[in-house]
């Protein structure tokens, strides 16, 4: 079964849980099951994490000042990139990511400081608990917002990006629980802050935390876990087994057919070299001008999905 962000709701009420309860064998519950959640998630994020850290570094061969990788041509779209990186090692190749990002100019909407963050983050796995990766992890940006919004992923590895929350989008999600002094309260007397789904093991503790600090009487009936008709104006909570992830099967392959292109044609010792090297360089800004106009034109005919 393929898993989903919706995850990340059970995490932050399992935390809340284990901090909140004075009930010493419901915050060590809370404490067991956050942790079985979150070794699977952080390996999960990782994984992810890097699927896309490759699929941006395609964008080095046209929007950036010229240093790319012969391993991530621009022609191959985002899915054949996340494809292909299976083939390659993250623990190797982050940190050769993070440099391309980083130690050059790029146009704005395309890697850059965000993106080098991202891949020099991804490579703190090793290095962090699972839940402190995971809390700092969740909240990463790159230039479009946040992290989570690469669905063709789902192709490639076993979880998927999308978020079946209505009443509280992902955003304003991450807003609500880094500024909310108690999101166990919030979702009891806040109908737009409850779950549209959790995990079963994550609900029984819920309703017992709730019922420990004597406010059980006061749980809507949509925490009640029963059959409701899909009109219901307080439809139930949907149970959710278990979270689950089947790690990817990383290769051993390491980018390394850099290429270069840039207008340091002046730096040659001799004119013959210096007027070869400039003419490269023409030739791939033509190149480049070229592919942009072509790319206009599509996104203004509606051809470029």
């Known amino acids: 079964m393929t ?3 919706d995850v990340c709701f059970d995490f932050y009420i ?10 010493s064998s419901i915050a060590g519950e809370a404490k067991h099951r956050l942790i079985t959640t979150a070794i699977p998630l952080a390996h999960c994020m990782y994984d992810y994490l890097f699927m896309i850290c490759m699929g941006e570094g395609r964008h080095a061969r046209q929007h950036a000042e010229g240093t790319h990788y012969a391993e991530l041509p621009s022609s191959n779209n985002r899915s054949a990139i996340y494809k292909k ?12 990511l993070r440099t391309l990002f980083s130690d050059q100019d790029w146009e704005s909407s ?7 963050e991202l891949a020099s983050f991804a490579s703190r796995y090793e290095n962090l608990s699972p839940i402190i990766y995971i809390d700092h992890l969740i909240d990463l940006e790159h230039n479009g917002g ?10 490639y590895m076993n979880f998927q990006v999308n978020w079946t929350h209505s009443e509280l989008g992902f955003k304003n999600f991450l807003d609500w629980k880094f500024h909310s002094s108690d999101i166990l309260v919030d979702m ?3 109908r737009d802050k409850r779950p ?3 995990c079963i093991h994550t609900a029984r503790l819920l309703l017992a935390y709730w019922e420990s600090v004597g406010v059980g009487g006061l749980v809507p009936s949509c925490y009640k876990f029963e059959p409701t008709s899909n009109n219901n104006l307080y439809r139930k909570i949907k ?10 099967e990383w290769g051993d392959k390491v980018l390394s057919d850099v290429q270069t292109f840039t207008n340091n044609y002046e730096a040659e010792n001799d004119e013959e070299a210096k007027e070869t090297a400039k003419d490269k360089y023409e030739a791939w800004k033509k190149l480049n001008e070229n592919f942009q106009a072509h790319v206009i034109h599509l996104e203004a005919t509606n051809l470029l999905a």
């Open 14 to 23: 399992l935390d809340a849980i284990r901090h909140n309860s004075t009930t």
């Open 85 to 96: 990186s299976k083939g390659f090692n993250p623990k190797e190749n982050l940190s050769i």
């Open 239 to 248: 149970l959710r087994s278990l979270f689950e992830y089947m790690p990817i």
């Open 110 to 116: 395309y890697g850059g400081k965000k993106w080098a």
């Open 196 to 198: 549209s789904s959790m």
């Open 3 to 5: 898993g989903n962000l």
């Open 146 to 155: 946040n992290i989570f919004n690469k669905t063709s992923v789902r192709h």
């Open 188 to 190: 009891l007397i806040h």
